[in-house]
């Protein structure tokens, strides 16, 4: 890991809610790499990562979900027990319940962690996914890095 040459990114926040929390939609995007039985698993030989992404419906049950996460410095044992970890939906249809957020998006996404050429992913498939979070009028992400 001394020497991976890690990306440094001036990174400001380029929104601000505008809405209580309890009144916004919430979507989450995960690097846990899950996809669901019946979606193409990630592509474990592409050189510097898979940058595609897998929509996960927000009614999907989280226990159905692969992980498919390829770094080896990963332990996701933790994920078999509890795919919540990654990517919460059953927390946040709950918060939805208690009225702590407003709505739970229809979709979440996944996406490869370990990605160490990420050009692909902040150019082409970061705009693909802000474009359907924006379309599903969605607030606030929360975001679950693996």
Known sequence: MRLYRYRHIDWRPSHVLDKPLSAACVAAITSAGYYLPGQAPFDQSEDGGDCSYRVIDSQANVATLHVGNRSEAFDSSGLEL???LALP???LHALARER????VAPRHISIMGSITAPGRLVS?????????????AVDAVLLVPV
């Open 100 to 103: 702590a957020i407003g709505r």
């Open 89 to 91: 939906l059953d927390r």
């Open 82 to 84: 509890d795919k919540n």
């Open 124 to 136: 082409r498939t970061a705009a693909e996914i802000a474009a359907m979070l924006h379309h599903d």
